[in-house]
């Protein structure tokens, strides 16, 4: 049976996108591009320094044949894309000099490319850090009608195949969102459970996780969770969700049963929303590590198209599976 990153990259090589890599400069996003080009994943815009880019290829024993290249001092439409960024930040306070300069920062332009449907969606972040990226993402994508956080998720894949879907599992939120009140924790749910249809091809059963299973505890934290699982029900009912449960109850059937024996998610949940950010991030690690997972993200999510926020120690593989994905969760949205 095929891995879950061999069919992302089958159902991206059915229907290609375009995905624009704003960090150029960086070798890891030539060779992504040379090798996302090489297996026809996606139709690749880089933006950086030519000459730069040029010699990092050939260095690699490759080229830029077939891939866009945007030169970072000769942004071609950057007059028209700083008018359109100071219509839309002047509100804010900000000048047309400011506008036009942060166009000139090629971040902001790659997703001023997306906005205005030169590509289809963008990678960076392996140079610009978390706070720089979603800013950009935010500012100039916007977020999703009925959804107001921006969050992200993990695809965990585990060996042990017992959990989720064949071992795949999503986890939320894990690099975003530091302590999202009950609004945000819904919106985060209802988005990662958008992400895992996309990626999945069928609709998740959600786990909202916590300390307590059905009560067992009481907090105001514990309340948190139970207020954004209502949210949830009332904003998106057809979602298959159920909470608070605790980590074993969401995820071993037996326990499940015996916690939560009316809940049609525990023991079964495959997508998993953490309460805080300390709780994701913590989880998502111990189990890459621990339990041997793969872990591909975070991937960002809630904006009007894909985008992806890598880490900055990613390595140029970690770069072409985020293409792909992005790739594969606009042909969802393409439908």
Same mark, same amino acid.
């Given at each position: 049976m095929a891995t879950f990153m061999e069919q992302i990259y089958e159902k991206a090589k059915k229907a290609p996108k375009k995905i624009v890599l704003q960090e150029g400069d960086d070798e890891r996003m030539v060779e992504a591009a040379m090798e996302c080009t090489k297996q026809g994943l996606a139709k690749m815009t880089i933006i950086g320094d030519p000459d730069g880019m040029k010699k990092t290829a050939a260095d690699k024993g490759g080229s830029l044949e077939g891939i866009d290249v945007i030169d970072k001092? /000769?942004?071609?439409?950057?007059?028209?894309?700083? /008018?359109?960024?100071f219509e839309m930040r002047k509100h804010k306070g *900000? %000048?047309?000099? &400011?506008?036009? =300069?942060?166009?000139? @920062?090629?971040? #902001?332009?790659?997703?001023?490319?997306?906005?205005? @449907?030169?590509?289809?969606?963008?990678?960076?972040?392996? $140079?610009?850090?978390?706070a720089e990226v979603c800013r950009a993402s *935010?500012?100039?994508?916007?977020? =999703?009608?009925?959804?107001?956080?921006?969050s992200s998720f993990f695809v965990m894949i585990v060996p042990d195949k017992s959990f989720g879907k064949d071992g795949i599992l999503f986890y939320a939120d894990c690099g975003v969102v530091i302590d999202p009140n009950d609004k945000q924790l819904a919106d985060i749910a209802i988005a990662t459970a958008e992400s895992y249809e996309m990626l999945m091809g069928? =609709?998740?059963? $959600?786990?909202?996780?916590?300390? %307590?299973?059905?009560?067992?505890? !009481?907090?105001?934290?514990?309340?948190?969770?139970?207020?954004?699982? =209502?949210i949830v029900?009332?904003?998106?009912?057809? *979602?298959?969700?159920?909470?608070?449960?605790?980590?074993?109850?969401?995820?071993?059937? /037996?326990?499940?049963? /015996? !916690?939560?024996? &009316? %809940?049609?998610?525990?023991?079964?949940? @495959?997508?998993?929303?953490?309460?805080?950010?300390?709780?994701? @991030?913590?989880? #998502?690690?111990?189990?890459?590590?621990l339990a041997k997972a793969e872990a591909y993200g975070p991937i960002l999510q809630g904006t009007l198209k894909p985008c992806c926020d890598l880490s900055r120690g990613c390595k140029a593989s970690d770069i072409v599976n985020v293409t792909a994905i992005n790739v594969v969760r606009f042909q969802f949205l393409d439908k």
């Amino acid at each position: 049976m095929a891995t879950f990153m061999e069919q992302i990259y089958e159902k991206a090589k059915k229907a290609p996108k375009k995905i624009v890599l704003q960090e150029g400069d960086d070798e890891r996003m030539v060779e992504a591009a040379m090798e996302c080009t090489k297996q026809g994943l996606a139709k690749m815009t880089i933006i950086g320094d030519p000459d730069g880019m040029k010699k990092t290829a050939a260095d690699k024993g490759g080229s830029l044949e077939g891939i866009d290249v945007i030169d970072k001092g /000769k942004l071609p439409k950057l007059d028209e894309y700083a /008018k359109e960024y100071f219509e839309m930040r002047k509100h804010k306070g *900000i %000048s047309e000099a &400011d506008a036009k =300069k942060q166009m000139e @920062n090629p971040l #902001y332009y790659g997703a001023m490319m997306v906005r205005k @449907n030169e590509v289809d969606a963008f990678v960076a972040g392996a $140079v610009n850090s978390t706070a720089e990226v979603c800013r950009a993402s *935010i500012q100039i994508l916007g977020l =999703k009608e009925g959804i107001r956080t921006l969050s992200s998720f993990f695809v965990m894949i585990v060996p042990d195949k017992s959990f989720g879907k064949d071992g795949i599992l999503f986890y939320a939120d894990c690099g975003v969102v530091i302590d999202p009140n009950d609004k945000q924790l819904a919106d985060i749910a209802i988005a990662t459970a958008e992400s895992y249809e996309m990626l999945m091809g069928e =609709k998740p059963k $959600v786990g909202m996780l916590s300390c %307590s299973t059905k009560g067992s505890a !009481k907090h105001a934290r514990i309340d948190k969770v139970t207020s954004a699982l =209502k949210i949830v029900r009332e904003k998106a009912p057809d *979602i298959m969700i159920d909470g608070e449960l605790q980590g074993d109850a969401a995820l071993i059937e /037996k326990v499940g049963k /015996k !916690k939560a024996p &009316d %809940s049609k998610v525990a023991g079964q949940a @495959n997508t998993l929303i953490f309460p805080d950010l300390d709780s994701g @991030n913590i989880a #998502y690690k111990l189990t890459e590590r621990l339990a041997k997972a793969e872990a591909y993200g975070p991937i960002l999510q809630g904006t009007l198209k894909p985008c992806c926020d890598l880490s900055r120690g990613c390595k140029a593989s970690d770069i072409v599976n985020v293409t792909a994905i992005n790739v594969v969760r606009f042909q969802f949205l393409d439908k």
